[in-house]
Protein backbone atom coordinates (compact mmCIF):
# COMPACT_ATOMS: atom_id res chain seq x y z
CA UNK A 1 0.00 0.00 0.00
CA UNK A 2 1.32 3.54 -0.82
CA UNK A 3 1.46 5.97 2.00
CA UNK A 4 -1.81 8.10 1.22
CA UNK A 5 -3.93 4.81 0.76
CA UNK A 6 -2.64 3.91 4.79
CA UNK A 7 -3.81 7.26 5.46
CA UNK A 8 -7.47 6.29 4.18
CA UNK A 9 -7.94 3.27 5.75
CA UNK A 10 -6.35 4.93 8.86
CA UNK A 11 -9.38 7.75 8.69
CA UNK A 12 -12.09 4.66 7.85
CA UNK A 13 -10.97 3.02 11.26
CA UNK A 14 -11.00 6.23 12.85
CA UNK A 15 -14.77 7.23 12.22
CA UNK A 16 -15.25 3.67 13.11
CA UNK A 17 -14.09 3.81 16.46
CA UNK A 18 -15.53 7.55 17.14
CA UNK A 19 -18.58 6.02 16.06
CA UNK A 20 -17.82 3.37 19.31
CA UNK A 21 -16.01 0.39 18.10
CA UNK A 22 -13.32 -0.31 20.16
CA UNK A 23 -9.77 0.13 18.62
CA UNK A 24 -8.58 -3.27 18.76
CA UNK A 25 -11.91 -4.32 17.07
CA UNK A 26 -11.62 -2.23 14.89
CA UNK A 27 -8.57 -2.94 13.48
CA UNK A 28 -8.72 -6.15 13.16
CA UNK A 29 -11.95 -5.96 11.40
CA UNK A 30 -10.68 -3.52 8.90
CA UNK A 31 -7.71 -6.30 8.48
CA UNK A 32 -9.97 -9.43 7.94
CA UNK A 33 -11.61 -7.57 5.20
CA UNK A 34 -8.27 -6.31 3.72
CA UNK A 35 -6.60 -9.22 2.54
CA UNK A 36 -4.10 -7.40 0.58
CA UNK A 37 -2.16 -5.17 3.38
CA UNK A 38 0.54 -6.79 3.73
CA UNK A 39 2.10 -6.72 7.62
CA UNK A 40 4.13 -3.17 7.71
CA UNK A 41 0.55 -2.09 6.09
CA UNK A 42 -0.64 -3.10 9.34
CA UNK A 43 1.87 -1.79 11.37
CA UNK A 44 1.88 1.31 10.02
CA UNK A 45 -2.16 2.04 9.78
CA UNK A 46 -2.15 0.99 13.28
CA UNK A 47 0.60 3.28 14.33
CA UNK A 48 -1.53 6.52 12.66
CA UNK A 49 -4.62 5.07 14.62
CA UNK A 50 -3.13 5.22 17.87
CA UNK A 51 -0.50 8.10 17.30
CA UNK A 52 -4.27 9.91 16.85
CA UNK A 53 -6.04 8.35 19.62
CA UNK A 54 -2.71 9.43 22.27
CA UNK A 55 -3.58 13.07 20.49
CA UNK A 56 -7.22 13.47 19.70
CA UNK A 57 -8.30 16.61 20.79
CA UNK A 58 -4.71 18.19 19.43
CA UNK A 59 -5.15 16.65 16.32
CA UNK A 60 -8.80 17.71 16.22
CA UNK A 61 -8.24 21.18 17.31
CA UNK A 62 -5.70 21.35 14.03
CA UNK A 63 -7.42 19.48 11.94
CA UNK A 64 -10.64 21.83 12.92
CA UNK A 65 -13.41 18.27 13.43
CA UNK A 66 -13.59 15.60 15.03
CA UNK A 67 -14.00 13.07 12.47
CA UNK A 68 -11.13 10.59 11.20
CA UNK A 69 -10.28 12.94 8.05
CA UNK A 70 -9.77 15.94 10.19
CA UNK A 71 -7.64 14.28 13.01
CA UNK A 72 -5.91 12.28 10.21
CA UNK A 73 -4.81 15.82 8.74
CA UNK A 74 -4.09 16.79 12.91
CA UNK A 75 -1.80 14.37 12.99
CA UNK A 76 0.09 14.67 10.11
CA UNK A 77 0.29 18.65 10.39
CA UNK A 78 1.85 17.96 13.62
CA UNK A 79 4.24 15.65 12.47
CA UNK A 80 5.03 18.25 9.86
CA UNK A 81 4.18 15.44 7.04
CA UNK A 82 3.18 16.98 3.30
CA UNK A 83 -0.42 17.12 3.74
CA UNK A 84 -0.88 17.99 -0.02
CA UNK A 85 1.12 14.74 -1.19
CA UNK A 86 -0.90 12.78 0.83
CA UNK A 87 -4.42 14.22 0.17
CA UNK A 88 -4.23 14.66 -3.84
CA UNK A 89 -7.34 12.47 -4.76
CA UNK A 90 -5.36 9.68 -6.78
CA UNK A 91 -5.33 5.93 -6.04
CA UNK A 92 -6.43 4.68 -3.32
CA UNK A 93 -5.53 8.13 -1.00
CA UNK A 94 -7.77 10.52 0.66
CA UNK A 95 -9.72 13.08 -1.69
CA UNK A 96 -8.31 16.14 -2.40
CA UNK A 97 -7.78 18.85 0.60
CA UNK A 98 -10.24 21.45 0.51
CA UNK A 99 -9.76 25.19 0.86
CA UNK A 100 -11.76 24.97 4.48
CA UNK A 101 -9.98 21.83 5.54
CA UNK A 102 -6.50 23.95 5.54
CA UNK A 103 -5.44 22.91 9.11
CA UNK A 104 -5.32 25.60 11.68
CA UNK A 105 -2.04 26.60 13.77
CA UNK A 106 0.15 24.41 14.95
CA UNK A 107 0.31 25.65 18.36
CA UNK A 108 -2.12 23.75 20.21
CA UNK A 109 -3.49 24.75 24.02
CA UNK A 110 -5.61 22.42 26.20
CA UNK A 111 -4.56 19.11 27.10
CA UNK A 112 -5.30 15.20 25.68
CA UNK A 113 -6.76 14.23 28.81
CA UNK A 114 -10.62 13.17 29.47
CA UNK A 115 -11.82 16.26 31.58
CA UNK A 116 -12.58 14.37 34.31
CA UNK A 117 -8.83 12.97 35.01
CA UNK A 118 -7.46 16.03 35.28
CA UNK A 119 -7.73 16.82 38.49
CA UNK A 120 -7.45 13.64 39.60
CA UNK A 121 -3.97 13.71 37.84
CA UNK A 122 -2.92 16.76 38.85
CA UNK A 123 -3.68 16.09 42.75
CA UNK A 124 -1.05 12.97 42.44
CA UNK A 125 1.34 14.51 40.32
CA UNK A 126 1.48 18.36 41.13
CA UNK A 127 4.14 20.25 39.44
CA UNK A 128 5.21 17.06 36.90
CA UNK A 129 1.58 17.35 36.09
CA UNK A 130 1.94 18.92 32.64
CA UNK A 131 5.47 16.77 31.89
CA UNK A 132 3.36 13.34 32.48
CA UNK A 133 0.28 14.64 29.92
CA UNK A 134 3.40 15.74 27.63
CA UNK A 135 4.94 12.34 27.57
CA UNK A 136 1.33 10.42 27.60
CA UNK A 137 1.28 11.74 24.21
CA UNK A 138 4.49 9.54 23.20
CA UNK A 139 4.59 5.93 22.22
CA UNK A 140 5.35 3.55 24.98
CA UNK A 141 9.15 2.00 24.71
CA UNK A 142 8.44 -2.04 24.51
CA UNK A 143 9.86 -3.30 27.94
CA UNK A 144 10.88 -7.28 28.75
CA UNK A 145 11.43 -8.80 31.88
CA UNK A 146 14.25 -11.36 32.09
CA UNK A 147 12.97 -14.52 33.73
CA UNK A 148 15.25 -15.06 37.04
CA UNK A 149 14.29 -18.40 37.21
CA UNK A 150 15.79 -19.19 33.67
CA UNK A 151 18.33 -16.87 32.91
CA UNK A 152 19.98 -13.72 34.75
CA UNK A 153 19.87 -9.74 32.74
CA UNK A 154 23.47 -10.06 30.57
CA UNK A 155 22.79 -13.49 29.43
CA UNK A 156 19.17 -12.51 28.43
CA UNK A 157 21.05 -9.14 26.42
CA UNK A 158 23.59 -11.43 24.37
CA UNK A 159 20.82 -14.48 23.97
CA UNK A 160 18.26 -11.44 22.23
CA UNK A 161 21.50 -9.88 20.71
CA UNK A 162 21.84 -13.13 19.00
CA UNK A 163 18.31 -13.01 17.62
CA UNK A 164 18.60 -9.67 16.29
CA UNK A 165 16.96 -7.93 19.70
CA UNK A 166 18.59 -5.42 20.65
CA UNK A 167 18.27 -4.42 24.06
CA UNK A 168 19.56 -2.56 27.29
CA UNK A 169 19.25 -2.65 30.92
CA UNK A 170 16.30 -0.52 32.47
CA UNK A 171 17.06 1.60 35.79
CA UNK A 172 13.58 0.78 37.56
CA UNK A 173 14.31 -3.07 38.09
CA UNK A 174 17.31 -5.26 37.86
CA UNK A 175 14.72 -7.86 35.95
CA UNK A 176 14.04 -4.91 33.21
CA UNK A 177 15.35 -4.57 29.34
CA UNK A 178 14.56 -1.99 27.30
CA UNK A 179 14.01 -3.11 23.38
CA UNK A 180 15.39 -0.66 21.56
CA UNK A 181 15.68 -2.72 18.28
CA UNK A 182 13.89 -5.59 16.85
CA UNK A 183 10.49 -5.48 19.04
CA UNK A 184 9.01 -6.69 16.46
CA UNK A 185 11.11 -10.04 16.56
CA UNK A 186 10.24 -11.16 20.36
CA UNK A 187 7.03 -13.01 20.18
CA UNK A 188 8.59 -15.23 17.54
CA UNK A 189 12.24 -15.31 18.83
CA UNK A 190 13.57 -18.47 20.42
CA UNK A 191 14.37 -16.40 24.27
CA UNK A 192 11.07 -15.40 24.29
CA UNK A 193 8.88 -18.90 23.45
CA UNK A 194 11.44 -20.58 25.49
CA UNK A 195 10.36 -18.25 28.87
CA UNK A 196 13.74 -16.34 28.92
CA UNK A 197 11.92 -13.25 28.70
CA UNK A 198 8.18 -12.09 29.33
CA UNK A 199 6.75 -8.23 27.98
CA UNK A 200 6.24 -7.06 31.14
CA UNK A 201 7.12 -2.79 31.77
CA UNK A 202 9.29 -1.92 34.28
CA UNK A 203 6.98 -0.16 36.48
CA UNK A 204 5.35 -3.41 37.39
CA UNK A 205 8.57 -5.47 37.66
CA UNK A 206 9.68 -2.72 40.22
CA UNK A 207 6.50 -2.86 42.63
CA UNK A 208 7.20 -7.24 42.28
CA UNK A 209 11.26 -6.41 43.01
CA UNK A 210 10.33 -4.32 46.11
CA UNK A 211 7.72 -6.81 47.49
CA UNK A 212 8.89 -8.98 51.11
CA UNK A 213 9.00 -12.01 48.97
CA UNK A 214 10.05 -15.16 50.57
CA UNK A 215 10.98 -18.92 49.91
CA UNK A 216 8.31 -21.11 50.83
CA UNK A 217 5.12 -18.62 50.94
CA UNK A 218 1.89 -18.52 49.67
CA UNK A 219 1.02 -16.52 47.60
CA UNK A 220 -2.54 -15.59 46.13
CA UNK A 221 -2.60 -13.53 42.88
CA UNK A 222 -6.54 -12.07 43.58
CA UNK A 223 -7.28 -10.50 40.23
CA UNK A 224 -4.82 -12.29 38.35
CA UNK A 225 -5.89 -11.89 34.55
CA UNK A 226 -3.23 -12.91 32.25
CA UNK A 227 -1.14 -13.69 35.29
CA UNK A 228 1.66 -10.69 34.48
CA UNK A 229 2.17 -10.14 38.46
CA UNK A 230 1.54 -14.03 39.09
CA UNK A 231 4.59 -15.04 36.94
CA UNK A 232 7.21 -11.72 37.74
CA UNK A 233 6.38 -13.14 41.71
CA UNK A 234 7.02 -16.31 41.25
CA UNK A 235 10.15 -16.05 39.09
CA UNK A 236 11.80 -14.46 42.30
CA UNK A 237 10.94 -16.85 45.19
CA UNK A 238 10.64 -20.94 45.30
CA UNK A 239 6.42 -21.13 46.39
CA UNK A 240 3.08 -21.88 45.89
CA UNK A 241 1.28 -19.61 43.66
CA UNK A 242 -2.54 -19.18 43.56
CA UNK A 243 -4.32 -17.44 40.51
CA UNK A 244 -8.11 -16.15 40.94
CA UNK A 245 -9.87 -13.51 38.89
CA UNK A 246 -13.56 -12.93 39.05
CA UNK A 247 -13.56 -13.33 35.30
CA UNK A 248 -12.24 -17.00 35.18
CA UNK A 249 -11.74 -16.55 30.84
CA UNK A 250 -9.14 -13.83 31.46
CA UNK A 251 -6.84 -16.41 33.48
CA UNK A 252 -7.08 -19.20 30.01
CA UNK A 253 -3.69 -18.30 28.97
CA UNK A 254 -2.15 -18.51 32.34
CA UNK A 255 -1.33 -22.20 32.42
CA UNK A 256 0.68 -21.94 28.90
CA UNK A 257 2.71 -18.85 30.20
CA UNK A 258 3.94 -20.59 33.37
CA UNK A 259 4.81 -23.73 31.68
CA UNK A 260 6.90 -22.07 29.82
CA UNK A 261 8.39 -19.71 32.22
CA UNK A 262 9.35 -22.89 34.37
CA UNK A 263 6.24 -22.37 36.70
CA UNK A 264 3.17 -23.68 38.60
CA UNK A 265 0.12 -21.84 38.95
CA UNK A 266 -2.93 -23.44 40.83
CA UNK A 267 -5.89 -21.52 39.80
CA UNK A 268 -8.81 -20.75 42.08
CA UNK A 269 -12.28 -20.46 41.17
CA UNK A 270 -14.37 -17.95 43.54
CA UNK A 271 -16.12 -20.94 45.60
CA UNK A 272 -12.27 -22.12 46.29
CA UNK A 273 -11.20 -19.36 47.98
CA UNK A 274 -14.05 -20.12 51.04
CA UNK A 275 -12.06 -23.06 52.52
CA UNK A 276 -8.40 -22.02 51.15
CA UNK A 277 -6.00 -22.06 53.86
CA UNK A 278 -4.93 -18.13 54.47
CA UNK A 279 -2.01 -17.04 52.60
CA UNK A 280 1.25 -15.16 53.11
CA UNK A 281 0.70 -12.70 50.31
CA UNK A 282 -2.13 -11.10 48.83
CA UNK A 283 -1.64 -9.39 45.76
CA UNK A 284 -4.74 -7.21 44.35
CA UNK A 285 -3.87 -5.68 40.34
CA UNK A 286 -7.15 -4.32 40.69
CA UNK A 287 -9.38 -3.55 37.84
CA UNK A 288 -8.69 0.79 37.31
CA UNK A 289 -8.56 3.44 34.68
CA UNK A 290 -5.41 2.54 33.19
CA UNK A 291 -4.36 5.72 33.13
CA UNK A 292 -0.56 4.89 34.00
CA UNK A 293 -0.89 3.18 30.72
CA UNK A 294 -2.48 5.33 28.15
CA UNK A 295 0.40 5.55 26.40
CA UNK A 296 -0.59 2.27 25.58
CA UNK A 297 -3.80 1.90 25.64
CA UNK A 298 -5.04 5.52 24.68
CA UNK A 299 -8.95 4.24 23.50
CA UNK A 300 -8.89 3.53 27.29
CA UNK A 301 -8.26 6.98 28.12
CA UNK A 302 -11.82 8.10 25.85
CA UNK A 303 -13.77 5.33 26.55
CA UNK A 304 -13.88 5.81 30.44
CA UNK A 305 -16.90 8.29 31.69
CA UNK A 306 -16.73 10.01 35.07
CA UNK A 307 -19.92 7.57 35.87
CA UNK A 308 -17.50 4.18 34.91
CA UNK A 309 -14.73 5.46 37.63
CA UNK A 310 -16.78 6.17 40.45
CA UNK A 311 -17.95 2.48 39.50
CA UNK A 312 -14.76 1.58 39.56
CA UNK A 313 -13.68 3.04 42.96
CA UNK A 314 -16.34 1.10 44.59
CA UNK A 315 -15.04 -1.93 42.95
CA UNK A 316 -11.70 -1.40 44.06
CA UNK A 317 -12.67 -0.88 48.18
CA UNK A 318 -14.81 -4.19 48.15
CA UNK A 319 -12.24 -6.35 46.50
CA UNK A 320 -9.35 -4.71 48.91
CA UNK A 321 -11.66 -5.56 51.81
CA UNK A 322 -12.36 -9.26 50.57
CA UNK A 323 -8.72 -9.93 49.91
CA UNK A 324 -8.06 -8.75 53.48
CA UNK A 325 -9.95 -11.77 54.93
CA UNK A 326 -7.50 -14.30 52.97
CA UNK A 327 -4.48 -13.21 54.62
CA UNK A 328 -2.80 -14.97 57.41
CA UNK A 329 -2.65 -13.12 60.62
CA UNK A 330 1.03 -11.80 59.84
CA UNK A 331 0.75 -11.51 56.36
CA UNK A 332 0.75 -8.88 53.86
CA UNK A 333 -1.57 -7.48 51.16
CA UNK A 334 -0.82 -5.43 48.23
CA UNK A 335 -2.96 -2.91 46.88
CA UNK A 336 -1.64 -2.15 43.15
CA UNK A 337 -3.18 0.23 39.84
CA UNK A 338 -1.49 0.98 36.88
CA UNK A 339 -3.14 4.63 37.24
CA UNK A 340 -1.82 7.70 38.78
CA UNK A 341 -5.51 8.63 39.56
CA UNK A 342 -5.25 10.32 43.01
CA UNK A 343 -8.84 8.57 44.49
CA UNK A 344 -7.29 5.17 42.86
CA UNK A 345 -4.34 5.43 44.83
CA UNK A 346 -3.56 6.70 48.07
CA UNK A 347 -6.96 7.70 48.69
CA UNK A 348 -8.07 4.23 48.08
CA UNK A 349 -5.69 2.98 50.93
CA UNK A 350 -6.30 5.84 53.30
CA UNK A 351 -9.88 4.52 53.34
CA UNK A 352 -9.19 1.41 53.73
CA UNK A 353 -6.95 1.95 56.61
CA UNK A 354 -9.91 4.21 58.19
CA UNK A 355 -11.99 1.19 58.32
CA UNK A 356 -9.28 -1.66 58.95
CA UNK A 357 -7.31 -0.07 61.60
CA UNK A 358 -5.84 -3.86 61.56
CA UNK A 359 -3.90 -3.38 58.78
CA UNK A 360 -0.80 -0.34 58.35
CA UNK A 361 1.33 0.58 55.64
CA UNK A 362 5.05 -0.58 54.90
CA UNK A 363 5.26 1.40 51.62
CA UNK A 364 3.53 2.86 48.99
CA UNK A 365 5.15 3.69 45.64
CA UNK A 366 3.73 5.90 42.64
CA UNK A 367 5.68 5.51 39.53
CA UNK A 368 4.51 7.57 36.41
CA UNK A 369 6.12 8.27 32.65
CA UNK A 370 8.65 10.15 34.22
CA UNK A 371 10.74 7.48 35.18
CA UNK A 372 10.46 5.98 31.50
CA UNK A 373 7.94 3.52 32.48
CA UNK A 374 4.03 3.10 32.82
CA UNK A 375 2.37 4.70 35.53
CA UNK A 376 2.11 2.25 38.39
CA UNK A 377 0.82 1.96 41.86
CA UNK A 378 1.78 -0.10 45.09
CA UNK A 379 0.95 -0.16 48.63
CA UNK A 380 2.75 -2.97 50.45
CA UNK A 381 -0.10 -3.37 53.60
CA UNK A 382 0.69 -5.64 56.71
CA UNK A 383 -1.38 -6.63 59.19
CA UNK A 384 -0.26 -5.47 62.80
C1 LIG B 1 -5.64 -4.98 36.06
S1 LIG B 1 -6.34 -6.48 35.60
C2 LIG B 1 -5.17 -7.67 36.17
C3 LIG B 1 -3.93 -7.79 35.34
C4 LIG B 1 -3.05 -8.92 35.76
N1 LIG B 1 -2.72 -8.88 37.17
C5 LIG B 1 -1.76 -8.99 34.97
O1 LIG B 1 -0.68 -8.66 35.48
O2 LIG B 1 -1.82 -9.39 33.81
C6 LIG B 1 -7.66 -6.65 36.76
C7 LIG B 1 -8.35 -7.98 36.79
O3 LIG B 1 -9.26 -7.97 37.88
C8 LIG B 1 -10.34 -8.81 37.56
N2 LIG B 1 -11.46 -8.51 38.47
C9 LIG B 1 -12.49 -7.63 38.31
N3 LIG B 1 -13.29 -7.65 39.39
C10 LIG B 1 -12.78 -8.55 40.25
C11 LIG B 1 -13.18 -9.02 41.53
N4 LIG B 1 -14.26 -8.55 42.15
N5 LIG B 1 -12.42 -9.98 42.10
C12 LIG B 1 -11.32 -10.45 41.49
N6 LIG B 1 -10.89 -10.05 40.28
C13 LIG B 1 -11.62 -9.10 39.67
C14 LIG B 1 -10.60 -8.51 36.11
O4 LIG B 1 -11.30 -9.59 35.50
C15 LIG B 1 -9.18 -8.33 35.55
O5 LIG B 1 -8.69 -9.50 34.97
Redo the contacts with the bound molecule.
Keep these: MRPAARVQAAIEILDEILEGAPAERALTAWARRSRFAGSKDRAAIRDHVYDVLRRRNSCAQVGKGLTGRSLMIGLLTLQDQDLDALFAGDGYGPDKLQPAERPSDKAVVGNDLPEWAIPELRQTLGEDFELVEAKLKERAPVILRCNLRKTDRPTAIETLRQQSIETEPHPASDTALTVVKGARQIAQSAAYQSGLVEL ?1 DAS ?1 QAAIEALPLRNGMRVL ?12 MAARVEGTFCA ?4 PL ?2 QDLPVRAKRAGHKAHILA ?1 DDLNSAKPFDLV ?6 S ?1 SGSWRRDPDGKWRMTRQDFEELLK ?1 QA ?2 LD ?2 SHLVTSDGTLVY ?3 SMCHSENTEQVAAFLRTHPEWSIQAQTQWTPLQNCDGFFAAVLQKL
Design positions: QSDYCAGGGGKLLAHDAIRMSFCDVPCGLEIQAATC
